[in-house]
Nanobody, 122 residues
Framework: QVQLVESGGGLVQPGGSLRLSCAASGSIFSINTMNWYRQAPGKQRELVATITSGGTTDYADSVKGRFTVSRGNSQNAGYLQMNSLKPEDTAVYYC????????????????WGQGTQVTVSS
């Protein structure tokens, strides 16, 4: 059983920072791509940031220059550093990953975390 668990959300004032963490556990061989999505009330879920196993990153235009995605040394953890937060960043943030469960198969399985609330308000 594979689990992704996010943490680090909370209430922050505009201009502030938060660091989200995503911890993967279970029968994991390796994680390929790790993504961060967010969903604001009444809006569709959107891709915020991506990081590959090789460290290549990509960001939504709305967060470029403010957010930084990274992987932990163990490669089973991921982080989203969010700076200069704006009220429009308020959303539930989800960790998502493409995971290899076995060294004998190249099949990737996609998993989601339960989400963590980020609220930016004065």
């Amino acid at each position: 059983q594979v689990q992704l668990v996010e943490s680090g959300g909370g209430l922050v004032q505009p201009g502030g920072s938060l660091r989200l963490s995503c911890a993967a556990s279970g029968s994991i061989f390796s994680i390929n791509t790790m993504n961060w999505y967010r969903q604001a009330p009444g809006k569709q879920r959107e891709l915020v940031a991506t990081i590959t196993s090789g460290g290549t990153t990509d960001y939504a235009d709305s967060v470029k220059g403010r957010f930084t995605v990274s992987r932990g040394n163990s490669q089973n953890a991921g982080y989203l550093q969010m700076n200069s937060l704006k009220p429009e960043d308020t959303a539930v943030y989800y960790c998502n990953a493409d995971i290899y469960l076995s060294s004998r198969s190249r099949v990737q399985y996609n998993y989601w975390g339960q989400g963590t609330q980020v609220t930016v308000s004065s």
